[in-house]
C-alpha cells in the first residue's frame, strides 16, 4: 500500500502512462570478477529450485503436512490405495525427458523453400481460375456483397482452395466401425482434385493408430457397452432441457462422485462436451482484473477460453520453468499496466500431455512456482487422465504430485474412456462456484445417459471395482506399447518429439508435401494415421502423430503374453520405415545412439 502511495505522490508518476518500462537504478562501478561470479551462481541456485527432477524429489515436507490435514479433513487422497502398486514407468526421480531435436539451418531453409514453391504455384493457379482456363469449384464472396463484412478471411480462403484442398483426401476419412484396434474406413474417389467425392460402397479395415482410444475402451461390446444399452431402457438417450432447468440425469450424478473419488478431491462436474469445458467455464474463473499465464502449446479451447474470461494473457514457452518464473515476478512486481494496480488473481494453465508435442508437463515445478508466488493452478489432463500414472489418475499421480496442490483439475472422457465431454474436479467451493456460474448449465444440455453410464464402467474398471485387474493390465500395455514404439522409431533414425512415457506419439516430417505423401502411402498399407502441418503445427514442423493404445486383438494378446516382444504396431514400423527411406525423412542424428540397443516390449 505504501509503495502505492508513493507512485501516486511521485514526480515521474506521468512515466507510469508511457508504453514503456523505465528502470532507475544507481550508477555502478565496473563489474569485479567475483561480482560476476556470484550472480552466476544465483542464476545456477534459480534453475536448482525449479529443475524438474529436485521438485520431484523434495516433497516430504510437503507431503507430511497434507498427511496432518488429510487426518483432519477426512479426505480420502486417492493415492494411498495404490502405493504398493508396481509403477510402469520406474522411479519418479527418473521419469523420461522430454525431447524435441532440432533439425539443421539448411533442411530449416529447405523446407521454407518448399512452402515459397507450394504459394508460388497457389498464386499461379489462382490467375490461371481468374482467366477461366480452369472451372472454379471454391465458395467466394457473391460480388454484390462486397460492401458488406466479408464471410471469408482472404488467407484462409486461399490457402483453402490452393493447399488443403489438395491433401483433403488424407483427412475427413469416414469411418464406419468401432475405432479400436483396427477401424474401418469407407473407400471413396475423387475426380475433381477433392472437391467432391464418390463412395463406390467398399470399405477397408486399416490398423487404427489415429484415435484416442488410450485404453481401448472403445468397445461395440463388452462390460461398458451392455451398461450403456441398458442404461438406455432405464433414462433414455437424452435429458432434453438444461441442468439448471431440469436437471441432470441419475447416471451423470453419480458419476460426478465417482470422479471425485477417483481423483481424491472434494466433488467435480462434468460437462457434455470436452471443448466447451475449457472454453466455458474459463471466463467464470478470472475477469479483466486476472492474469491468465498460458503455456505456449495449450489447445484452442484453453486460449478460446483466455480470450472469453476478458483477463489479461502472457504466454511463456513451452515447460520452461524460467520463463514462467519470469513472467510471474514481473506481473507482482509491475501489476496491471491497465489499471496500475496489482493483478487479483494470477491462473496459471497448463495441460497434462500435449497433444501436438508429445510432451508432458513439469508439475512438479510448476506447483513449485504456484506455491512460491500465491498464484493458481489450472491443469488440463484432457489426453493424461487414465493414460498416465500408475493407476490411471493422470500426471499428478505420474509425479507423485498431490491433487490438493492443483486448483483446478480439468480433463476429457473422449480418449482414455472411450465416451464424450469433459469433468472440472477441485475443492467443493470452486464446484460450487462453477454449477451456478458456467454458461453451460443455462445453454447446453447435461450429459447424455449412456454416454455417462460408459464412462462410469470403463472408470470403475481402472479403479478395479469390478473384481478384475483389468484397468491395470490395460494401463500397463499402454505404456510398454508407448516405449516400445517410440524407441523403435528412434532406432530407425526418425524424430520424435515429447517423452518416452507418452502415448501421442509425433514423427517430424517437416515438409508440407509430405503429409500428403505419408497419409496416402500409409492408407495403401492398410493402416491409418494422422498427418499435422500448418496451421496446427509451426510451417518449418509437419509431421505424422500417432496415437497409441491399449487394445489388440485376441490372437495379438496371446502373442504378447508368449514372448512379451509383439506389438500390434509390428507391421506400422514395415511400412514407416520403407516410407522413410523413399522420402528421406529420417532426420534424426542420434539414431546410433539406438543402433544397438535391445528393446524390449
Given amino acids: 500500500m505504501a509503495s502505492e502511495v508513493a507512485k501516486r505522490n511521485s514526480p515521474f508518476r506521468f512515466l507510469h502512462k508511457l508504453p514503456i518500462r523505465l528502470t532507475f537504478t544507481e550508477k555502478k562501478s565496473h563489474l ?172 477397408t479395415n486399416v490398423i487404427n493408430v489415429g484415435s484416442y482410444n488410450y485404453l481401448g475402451f472403445a468397445q461395440s461390446a463388452g462390460p461398458c457397452a451392455d451398461q450403456s444399452a441398458s442404461s438406455i431402457d432405464r433414462e433414455g438417450l437424452s435429458c432434453c432441457t438444461t441442468v439448471h432447468e431440469r436437471g441432470r440425469s441419475v447416471s451423470q450424478a453419480k458419476l460426478e462422485k465417482l470422479v471425485a473419488e477417483f481423483l481424491g478431491v472434494e466433488d467435480a462436474i462434468c460437462f457434455s462436451m470436452g471443448f466447451a469445458t475449457n472454453s466455458m467455464n474459463a471466463p467464470c474463473l478470472v475477469d479483466k482484473h486476472s492474469l491468465i499465464i498460458s503455456d505456449k502449446y495449450n489447445h484452442a479451447s484453453l486460449i478460446l477460453g483466455c480470450r472469453l474470461s476478458g483477463a489479461s494473457t502472457k504466454v511463456f514457452e513451452h515447460n520452461d520453468m524460467e520463463s514462467l518464473e519470469r513472467i510471474l515476478r514481473d506481473a507482482i512486481a509491475y501489476g496491471n499496466p491497465k489499471t496500475h494496480r496489482p493483478y487479483k488473481k494470477i491462473l496459471i494453465i497448463v495441460e497434462g500431455i500435449y497433444s501436438m508435442e508429445g510432451s508432458i508437463c513439469n508439475l512438479p515445478g510448476i506447483i513449485a512456482l504456484k506455491k512460491k508466488y500465491n498464484a493458481y493452478l489450472y491443469l488440463d489432463e484432457a489426453h493424461s487422465i487414465g493414460a498416465m500414472g500408475k493407476t490411471g489418475k493422470g500426471v499428478v499421480e505420474y509425479w507423485g504430485c498431490n491433487p490438493r496442490d492443483v486448483d483446478i483439475l480439468m480433463g476429457t472422457f473422449t480418449k482414455s474412456f472411450g465416451a464424450a465431454g469433459g469433468y472440472i474436479a477441485g475443492s467443493k467451493r470452486t464446484v460450487d462456484h462453477l454449477r451456478v456460474a458456467s454458461p453451460t448449465g443455462y445453454y447446453s444440455s447435461p450429459m447424455s445417459p449412456p454416454i455417462a453410464q460408459q464412462i462410469y464402467t470403463s472408470m470403475s474398471i481402472i479403479m478395479g471395482r469390478d473384481g478384475t485387474n483389468d484397468g491395470a493390465l490395460r494401463i500397463e500395455r499402454l505404456a510398454r506399447n508407448s516405449h516400445y514404439f517410440r524407441m523403435r522409431l528412434k532406432q530407425m533414425g526418425f524424430i520424435v518429439y515429447g517423452s518416452n512415457d507418452s502415448p501421442v506419439v509425433p514423427m517430424l516430417i517437416y515438409f508440407p508435401t509430405m503429409c500428403g505423401f505419408y497419409g496416402r502411402e500409409m492408407l495403401a498399407r492398410n493402416i491409418g494415421c494422422v498427418v499435422v502441418s500448418f496451421p496446427a503445427t509451426h510451417m518449418t514442423e509437419g509431421r505424422v502423430r500417432f496415437c497409441i493404445s491399449a487394445a489388440h486383438t485376441k490372437e495379438q494378446l496371446d502373442e504378447v503374453n508368449k514372448n512379451l516382444k509383439i506389438l500390434i504396431c509390428s507391421n506400422i514400423f514395415i511400412s514407416v520405415c520403407e516410407l522413410g527411406s523413399l522420402s528421406r525423412s529420417k532426420f534424426s542424428r542420434r539414431s546410433h545412439l539406438y543402433k544397438n540397443l535391445k528393446i524390449e516390449w
Wanted: hydrophobic share 35%.
Fill in 32 to 203: 569485479l570478477i567475483s561480482d560476476l561470479a556470484k550472480e552466476r551462481q544465483e542464476n545456477d541456485e534459480l534453475k536448482k529450485r525449479t529443475h524438474i527432477l529436485e521438485c520431484a524429489w523434495n516433497q516430504e515436507h510437503d507431503d507430511d503436512e497434507e498427511e496432518e490435514e488429510t487426518k483432519d479433513d477426512g479426505v480420502v487422497d486417492g493415492s494411498d490405495d495404490a502405493s504398493s502398486t508396481h509403477d510402469i514407468y520406474g522411479d519418479i526421480g527418473n521419469r523420461a525427458p522430454n525431447e524435441f531435436e532440432k533439425i539443421g539451418r539448411f533442411t530449416t531453409f529447405q523446407v521454407y523453400i518448399a512452402w515459397f514453391a507450394l504459394f508460388l504455384f497457389a498464386h499461379i493457379r489462382e490467375y490461371v481460375t481468374r482467366l477461366g482456363f480452369v472451372k472454379d469449384l471454391s465458395s467466394k464472396e457473391n460480388k454484390k456483397m462486397k460492401d458488406f463484412v466479408p464471410l471469408f478471411s482472404d488467407f484462409e480462403a486461399f490457402y483453402q482452395r490452393n493447399c488443403y484442398i489438395k491433401v483433403r483426401d488424407v483427412f475427413e476419412r469416414p469411418i464406419c466401425s468401432v475405432p479400436g484396434a483396427t477401424v474401418d474406413l469407407v473407400d471413396r474417389v475423387s475426380h475433381d482434385g477433392n472437391w467432391t467425392y464418390e463412395y463406390p460402397g467398399t470399405r
